[in-house]
């Protein structure tokens, strides 16, 4: 689905007209027709503004320009990107290893999600489990949360608990090692905010 298509979903979905769409983002009717016709794509700051709208991630929009059309039987069905690389910026939506099919309403609570891997979160999360994550820099002890360590790219996901005026990153699997913000570069990426297991 191309970003254009994505955005009709959505206004057919929410009862909008075209013309109500516009006034609410602050563009021309026509405006928003080339946005759906795909002869331009929005502006960042129209996207923001469209996700607002909608209550969705702006990453659906990224996400649907390789996706697979939904389903007669899903018609309301979104795509989040999943990565497992967290690149400086915001480009990593751009490029993700697959789409996951999500509900609006988790397309609400997450930019992006992960596949869980390894055995650091057992009994919680499962090698093979999908994550939905909210960007954040900041969490509350006992989330689950996704940073990395020491400026690499790639991500663990880990319970937050705080000590003292440092963070550690606490695995539910007492096989695993903790980290701890002493010998380590911690930089928060987001919060899990949900589950996704396929059983197969």
């Known amino acids: 689905m191309s970003v254009g298509s994505v955005l009709k979903q959505l206004r057919l979905d929410r009862g909008l007209s075209v013309a109500r769409l516009a006034k609410m983002v602050g563009v021309s009717h026509s405006t928003v027709l080339n946005w759906e016709e795909d002869r331009y794509h ?3 700051r129209h996207l923001n503004r469209l996700s607002a709208i909608f209550g969705v991630s702006p990453a659906v929009f990224y996400a649907q320009k390789e996706a697979p059309r939904s389903s007669p039987s899903a018609p309301s069905a979104l795509y989040l990107p999943v990565v497992s690389y967290v690149h400086a910026g915001v480009g990593y ?3 993700p290893e697959e789409l996951l099919l999500v509900t609006p309403e988790e397309a609400s609570r997450a930019d992006f999600v992960l596949k869980v891997k390894g055995e650091s979160m057992l009994p919680t999360l499962q090698e093979g489990d999908y994550v939905g994550i909210k960007k954040q ?3 509350a002890s006992g989330d689950i949360v996704v940073a990395t360590l020491d400026d690499f790219d790639e991500v663990t ?3 937050f608990r705080k000590s003292g005026t440092d ?3 606490v695995p539910d699997n007492p096989e695993f090692p903790v980290y701890s913000s ?3 570069r911690i930089r928060l990426i987001g919060i899990v905010t ?7």
Do not use: G, M, N
């Open 42 to 44: 929005p502006r960042p």
């Open 93 to 95: 939506f751009r490029d």
């Open 137 to 139: 820099s900041t969490a």
């Open 157 to 159: 996901i880990k319970r």
């Open 167 to 169: 963070i550690e990153l």
């Open 182 to 184: 002493r010998q380590h």
């Open 194 to 200: 949900w589950l996704k297991r396929i059983f197969r």
